[in-house]
């Protein structure tokens, strides 16, 4: 037991740059608290003390702010940070050196009994402060869910998703190469350094496209006037400002 409690205070000593030292972490963490109760909660649970486990789980959620069922399956060095209004379902399963920031929710959109309803999170997954993941599916190894997402489907090993409904934005490995190793192994709130939302990528890319197009138009129109043929120049073309509309979509 005091082994897995000195993992999870030098993990979030390393995660979070407000911890001082290890009686800070232990002595005014929730997110600790809440994780440690929640073993004793589920060893009860386990033992068929199932009401005994729900009482623990009772009492943790009064004194942190953050629900957990006891029957969720919780893996090592797992962060809650600031946790506050987090809530995790009876099957959900959270892998190693996960981090759940507060406002999450980890629930199930099924009313069958024994069914895995709820998300498996694999090793080193990050989800933002206010993104609910919805359903019996996996986020895989390394993903990223942004602040405020709502994820109703799997999101695969080291992808990002942001968005509600959220899109996913799967990176390639030059990207991957050229992000600097720090970001790759953590970002707070599941913000990703030049991370780009798929649906801005192809409005980035219809603007540049019809400002493209606009300037061909306008070579034509030299053109043909230099040519001799009368064209009657649109006053409007001169009005489409990509930059703006760019900003815009920023």
């Known amino acids: 037991m005091f082994s897995r409690l000195r993992e999870d205070i030098a993990s979030i000593r390393?995660?979070?740059?407000?911890?001082?030292?290890?009686?800070?972490?232990?002595?005014?963490y929730p997110g600790l608290h809440a994780v440690v109760m929640h073993r004793w909660a589920n060893a009860c649970w386990r033992a068929e003390l199932k009401w005994l486990a729900r009482f623990i789980s009772h009492v943790a959620r009064g004194l942190?702010?953050?629900?957990?069922?006891?029957?969720?399956?919780?893996?090592?060095?797992?962060?809650?940070?600031?946790?506050?209004?987090?809530?995790?379902?009876?099957?959900?399963v959270i892998g190693d050196d996960c981090t759940i920031y507060q406002g999450v929710t980890l629930?199930?959109?099924?009313?069958?009994?024994?069914?895995?309803?709820?998300?498996?999170?694999?090793?080193?997954v990050i989800i933002g402060?206010?993104?609910?993941?919805?359903?019996?599916?996996?986020?895989?190894?390394?993903?990223?869910v942004g602040s405020n997402a709502v994820v109703t489907r799997a999101v695969p090993a080291g992808a990002?998703?942001?968005?509600?409904?959220?899109?996913?934005i799967q990176?390639?490995?030059?990207?991957?190469?050229?992000?600097?190793?720090?970001?790759?192994?953590?970002?707070?709130?599941?913000?990703?350094p030049n991370g780009d939302?798929?649906?801005?990528?192809?409005?980035?890319g219809l603007i540049n496209q019809v400002a493209a197009q606009e300037r061909q138009i306008e070579a034509m129109l030299v053109a043909m006037k230099g040519a001799g043929i009368g064209c009657q120049h649109q006053e409007?073309?001169?009005?489409?400002?990509?930059?703006?509309?760019n900003r815009l979509v920023d």
């Open 129 to 144: 402060a206010g993104a609910k993941v919805l359903g019996g599916f996996e986020v895989g190894d390394g993903a990223k």
């Open 171 to 192: 990176r390639s490995q030059a990207q991957d190469a050229r992000e600097p190793a720090a970001a790759r192994l953590f970002a707070a709130y599941g913000v990703v």
């Open 14 to 28: 390393e995660r979070d740059p407000a911890a001082r030292n290890a009686w800070e972490v232990v002595s005014c």
């Open 64 to 92: 942190t702010g953050i629900e957990i069922h006891p029957g969720a399956t919780i893996g090592r060095r797992v962060f809650i940070d600031h946790g506050f209004g987090v809530v995790i379902g009876e099957t959900a």
């Open 197 to 204: 939302d798929p649906l801005s990528k192809a409005l980035h």
């Open 160 to 168: 990002t998703a942001v968005g509600n409904p959220a899109r996913v």
């Open 107 to 124: 629930g199930g959109t099924s009313l069958a009994k024994g069914a895995k309803r709820h998300p498996t999170l694999g090793r080193g």
């Open 236 to 245: 409007e073309m001169r009005q489409f400002d990509a930059e703006q509309l």
